[in-house]
Nanobody
Framework: EVQLVESGGGLVQAGGSLRLSCAAS????????IAWFRQAPGKEREGVAC????????VYNEFDKGRFRISRDNVKNTVFLEMSGLNPWDTAVYYC?????????????????WGQGTQVTVSS
């Protein structure tokens, strides 16, 4: 059974940093791309970042590229999202997801497997 468990969310002040983790099990982790999505209150879920099986990182939003970093540890079967320079509009539930594919996608429909999400709240 594919399982994804996020952790590391919390309350942080504007300008602060957080490191989110996504622990995976139930599939061959090293062969799969893993993505992070987020859903802010009243908004649609959007892709944040993705990392391929070959460790190629992708951050989808231009504004996030200098603030967010995605990485993976194939020994711990974990993907990380390091976020810095957080702003109140980064407040959202952050999800990790996989489609068990080798390459990345920003399309939500390409990811049938999701974690339960972790709440990130940034205060002004």
């Amino acid at each position: 059974e594919v399982q994804l468990v996020e952790s590391g969310g919390g309350l942080v002040q504007a300008g602060g940093s957080l490191r989110l983790s996504c622990a995976a099990s139930g599939f061959t982790f090293k062969d799969a791309a893993i993505a992070w999505f987020r859903q802010a209150p009243g908004k649609e879920r959007e892709g944040v970042a993705c990392i391929t099986r070959l460790f190629t990182p992708i951050v989808y939003n231009e504004f996030d590229k200098g603030r967010f970093r995605i990485s993976r540890d194939n020994v711990k079967n974990t993907v990380f999202l390091e976020m810095s320079g957080l702003n109140p509009w980064d407040t959202a539930v952050y999800y990790c997801a996989t489609g068990l594919r080798r390459t990345c996608s920003a399309a939500e429909g390409d990811f049938p497997y999701w974690g339960q999400g972790t709440q990130v709240t940034v205060s002004s």
